[in-house]
């Protein structure tokens, strides 16, 4: 069936530094593609997505490009602050109802 | 616009003890979501409402029922409480036309099961 593969963490950053999270999917089909944020004590909110091969989703200076070759959609941010401190969530929904999450990947961004 | 609401935010049961979770959304979403959250485990699907009066078991249904009470609400009863429950549980809905398949999220209740 369909998975979702992401880098644990934590993952620990100082301020403006580079944030890479791996995300590789599991597929049939077209899925399209999420990063989902949970700040402390919320739920999920939708960061980006992508609907198709060679789309990019991108959102408060974060990016992410679906890399059908690779079934990638590793996330991308140049230059992280404390309050991108957060988990992470990579998903893929296959166009009906269910979609699938990643384990989750926290970050932590020291000053 | 409030989104989507879930309480109680908090509960502490005893093994055996029942309940319900309530939730609710006003953005005239059709289908509907029951999510359980463990560390290291991400969300996992309880329960899916894919439309007002319909409803199907997710990934782990087991010790929990669903009901779609009407579109703007989807509840979750735990009928004899497991400490295996304890978790933080989130719902979720998703819209129509190109944002059908983004997911909209409760802030969460979180659970325990003594």
């Known amino acids: 069936g369909d998975s979702v593969t992401q880098m644990e963490g934590p993952v620990t950053l100082s301020e403006e530094a580079f944030l890479t999270i791996n995300c590789t999917y599991t597929?049939?089909?077209?899925?399209?593609l999420f990063w989902y944020v949970q700040y402390p004590g919320e739920g999920l909110q939708l960061l980006l997505k992508a609907t198709k091969a060679d789309d990019k989703g991108s959102n408060k200076g974060f990016e992410a490009t679906y890399r059908k070759e690779t079934t990638s959609f590793h996330l991308e941010k140049g230059s992280v602050q404390v309050s991108d401190s957060a988990v992470y969530f990579c998903a893929l929904s296959g166009g009906g109802f269910k979609t699938i999450f990643g384990a989750g990947t926290r970050l932590f961004v020291k000053a | 616009n409030a989104g989507v609401t879930q309480t109680p935010k908090f509960q502490v049961l005893k093994t055996g003890q029942s309940m319900t979770l309530q939730c609710a959304q006003d953005m005239n979403h059709n289908s509907m979501y029951w999510y359980r959250q463990d560390p290291g485990m991400g969300l996992r699907l309880i329960y899916y409402?894919?439309?007002?009066?319909?409803?199907d078991k997710g990934e782990v249904p087991n010790g929990y029922n669903v009901s779609r009470l009407n579109k703007r609400e989807f509840s979750l009863r735990l009928e004899s409480a497991a400490p295996s429950q304890t978790s933080v549980y989130f719902c979720?809905?998703?819209?129509?036309?190109?944002?059908?398949?983004?997911?909209?999220f409760g802030p969460g209740t979180r659970l325990t099961v003594l």
């Open positions: 979720a809905s998703t819209g129509m036309g190109v944002s059908t398949d983004t997911q909209y």
């Open positions: 409402s894919a439309s007002e009066g319909t409803t």
């Open positions: 597929a049939t089909g077209y899925p399209s």
